[in-house]
């Protein structure tokens, strides 16, 4: 990369996060209803039309992944020992990638309990993640295409079982136990559940109420299984 087109880069991922920090700064304040894209562009100090140059719409401005993300979630895989369980390793990269930006989960997440509308976009907006995590998840498993759709389905889910049991009242920290939770129970096998009493740690899930709102259908989740781990 020459200098010149180093600081074409630097200056376009300025204009990125100016225009990102407006967005949430207008929403965290107004409401997302009550904010247009006018006045985000507005507020960062650029033209509508530069704004579009960067963002296909207001909700995107919220939840798009940072551009530097796909390099932090490589340095994550590549962090992991190669003799470490798949399993292990994923939790590990899935907790670390989706709690890295406290202020942007907390946001995000309020963002959703406020408008349900916010779901499927944020859903759009989270492929690039599912995409590395399928990719990751493939490599280490390269023969076995059904292992490697049933690995990345069980993570998904946990992510998102975990992220409708959760509050943002509760804080990140507890999120990220919800994860580990999840992660830890999936790892060592759903025959191992007790058949007694439920565990007291349930608790922080049943505060979102019945385990059918939690998990609710598939579709509603993550769309169709299929397109979670993607064509064999």
């Keep these: 990369m020459t200098q010149a087109s180093g600081l074409r880069a630097a200056k ?3 204009t990125w996060r100016a225009l ?8 965290n304040a ?4 009550a904010v247009s894209v006018e006045e985000i562009a507005a507020a960062a100090r650029v033209s509508k039309s530069t704004l579009f140059n960067y963002f296909d719409s207001k909700e995107s401005l919220l939840l798009d992944p940072d551009p530097e993300d796909p390099a932090r979630w490589r340095a994550l895989a590549a962090a992991r020992p190669a003799d470490e369980p798949t399993w292990d390793g994923l939790r590990e990269i899935v907790t670390a990638a989706i709690c890295h930006d406290e202020s942007k989960l907390l946001m995000r997440k309020s ?3 406020q408008c349900q509308v916010m ?7 989270s492929e690039p993640f599912r995409g590395f995590i399928r990719e990751w998840v493939g490599g280490r498993i390269p ?5 490697v759709a049933l690995v990345v389905n069980a993570a998904l889910a946990v992510v998102h079982t975990a992220y409708r049991g959760w509050h943002p009242e509760d804080g990140v920290p507890h999120f990220r136990t919800l994860l580990r939770r999840g992660f830890d129970t999936v790892g060592q096998g ?3 559940l007790p058949a007694g009493s439920p565990d007291p740690a349930a608790a922080a899930l049943n505060r979102a109420g019945p385990v059918a709102n939690l998990a609710g259908p598939v579709s509603s989740l ?3 299984v299929s397109s979670l781990a993607g064509p064999s």
Excluded: H, T, Y
């Design 222 to 224: 993550a769309g169709p």
């Design 143 to 147: 023969a076995d295409p059904l292992l």
């Design 190 to 192: 759903l025959l191992n």
């Design 12 to 14: 376009k991922l300025e």
């Design 20 to 27: 990102r920090a407006a967005a949430i700064e207008l929403v």
């Design 111 to 113: 963002l959703i309990d």
């Design 119 to 125: 779901l499927e976009p944020a859903m759009a907006a």
């Design 30 to 33: 107004r409401g997302f209803a």
